[in-house]
């Protein structure tokens, strides 16, 4: 997790990068925000349109796509033991 103190030292360094966890986490330096370094729950991420906002957007998307199919899934699969069970248990 980001601490306050990591925060405020990345945000006195600008050209330091980011660890892959933090970025992993949906961490970057927007330029549209002049820099800021924001996280993608804050308020300004639903603002912001640069080039690295716009990748962790697509692949959050594809990762909640990716629960919403498992969790589909996994509900066919229970559906299918629940007949199983009621029609010859
Ligand atoms: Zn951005």
């Given at each position: 997790m980001m601490s306050a103190k990591r925060y405020s030292f990345l945000m006195?360094?600008?050209s330091e990068s980011l660890t892959l966890q933090e970025y992993e986490e949906g961490w970057h330096f927007c330029w549209d925000w002049d820099g800021l370094l924001i996280h993608k729950d804050d308020v300004e991420f639903s603002c912001c349109s640069c080039q690295?906002?716009?990748?962790?957007r697509r692949?959050?998307?594809k990762r909640?796509?990716?629960?919403?199919?498992s969790l589909g899934i996994f509900l066919f699969v229970t559906f299918l033991c629940w007949l199983y069970i009621r029609f010859y248990g």
């Open positions: 006195e360094n600008q690295s906002g716009e990748f962790i692949k959050h998307e909640n796509l990716f629960l919403a199919s």
